[in-house]
């Protein structure tokens, strides 16, 4: 494969590294650089690695390489897409629901993605401060409710395996928090960071779910899979997540691709996320019924494992619901073949 045959790349964070790396016509770089001032530019070696040169349409490129496009702002996109800031009582932590909080504890990203709905919120490695973290795991202690912790920001697994650890020991310590969810995208983007002492700092007595940020089922490499053969021997249930991109995954075959590779990587898929209302990604945005029309594809086609649900985190902190396909409608019910039955039955 001509992948192999090209040197390792580097890492990839002004346009003049997209040039070098044969990734970018001269012409445009001052453009990219004009984008990656507003919105700033990151992609691993690892993630370099799997774009194919002199592709226009390549779907990994389509995620991380700035575009124009990215300057138009679109009616009804915002800063704050799914109203995270109202949610915060104390910095690092974000709580809609009951039961569960977000702790952020970094706000920094091994890749910076075009259409991250935080990319407003991700400064140059921001962190909580040992105090602020201090802070925002008081707030959990004194919450008996917060049965679940959810380590979002940011990409958690930046953290190097000591500074995780000792998150995650203060969290274990908590009597009524019962499970820890991590959701990143290093296992994909940059699987070398998922390393012994990675995994040990997750292996727990309580329960801990780490959720994989994937779009594209080349972003399920080898060493992909392998990182995450590694955290569910090592004790970590896994998920998958995904958002519905236009371009990238909004088709059944990419999909099903994308789901099979998750679950024959004990992978199972979680949430497929309908594009979010950010700046400057309409181009990324489907419409509602495209993503409801994928979705019903798969039902009946693709094991049951690799069907996530579809849902839209509803704009001003409402939170998340499902909008799949409805397969029951005025008492009839439609099977996977487009058939539709009485329920109940007749006879
Ligand atoms: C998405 C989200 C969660 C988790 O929601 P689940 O449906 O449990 O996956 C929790 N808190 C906030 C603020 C969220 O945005």
Redesign the pocket.
Known sequence: MSQSARPRPRAIRRAADLVSAGLLDEGRAALVDRVAERFALAITPDMVALIEPGEPDDPIARQFVPSAAELDEAPGERADP?G?DA?SPVPGI????PD???LKPLLACPVHCRFCFRREALGDGGALSPGQLEAALDYIRARPEVW?V?L?GGDPLMLPPARLSAIMDALEAIPHVQVV?IHSRIPAVEPSRVDAAMVAALRRSKAVWLVLHANHPREMTEACRAACARLVDGGVAMLGQTVLLAGVNDDAAVLEALFRAMVATRVKP??LHHGDLVRGTAHFRTGLDEGRGLVKSLRGRVSGLCQPTY?L?IPGGH??VPIGPDHLRDGLVEDWRGDRHPYPPVA
């Open positions: 799914i995270d949610l974000v709580h809609r629901y569960r909080v977000l679940e959810i979002s969810r979680y949430y849902v985190d939170g998340k």
